[in-house]
């Protein structure tokens, strides 16, 4: 398989999950004050960046900004439910995916349409 399509995809998912950290770990620690937890939400996004930029040229040559944008957001939930259950132990109910598979269904209607 061309490098070119799996590339992006496993940049945007370590992106993603860099992300969900930034947005969601200070969760774990309340009590430090919220200037700590911005600039360490700060600092892990820095490197989300340093995934998603690239990710997002070298997609740019295979996929459309449609694709490219549906790519983003279905890993993002992905990793939402990684961080969410790993971190928090917070499990997917059946409608979290079924609302997921929604989701799925409309990525896949992007990526019939290129």
């Known amino acids: ?3 070119a399509l799996i590339l992006p995809v496993v940049m945007l998912a ?8 930034a947005w969601y770990g200070h969760l774990k620690a309340p009590n430090k ?7 360490a939400s700060w600092g892990i996004a820095f490197f989300e960046y340093w995934l ?10 295979v996929y ?3 694709q490219l944008k549906t790519l983003q957001e279905v890993m993002s939930l992905t990793a939402f439910v990684v961080v969410a259950w ?3 132990g917070v499990r997917p109910t059946w409608q979290h995916l079924a609302g997921f ?6 990525a896949a209607l992007i990526f019939r349409s290129n």
Do not use: C, Q, T
Request: glycine share 10%.
């Open 86 to 88: 790993g971190l928090f």
């Open 33 to 39: 004050a919220l200037w700590v937890a911005v600039l």
């Open 52 to 61: 998603a930029v690239p990710a997002n040229r070298v997609g740019s040559k």
């Open 64 to 66: 459309s900004l449609a």
């Open 101 to 106: 598979a929604l989701i799925a269904a409309g």
């Open 1 to 3: 398989m061309d490098r």
């Open 14 to 21: 370590g992106s993603n999950l860099f992300m969900n950290l």
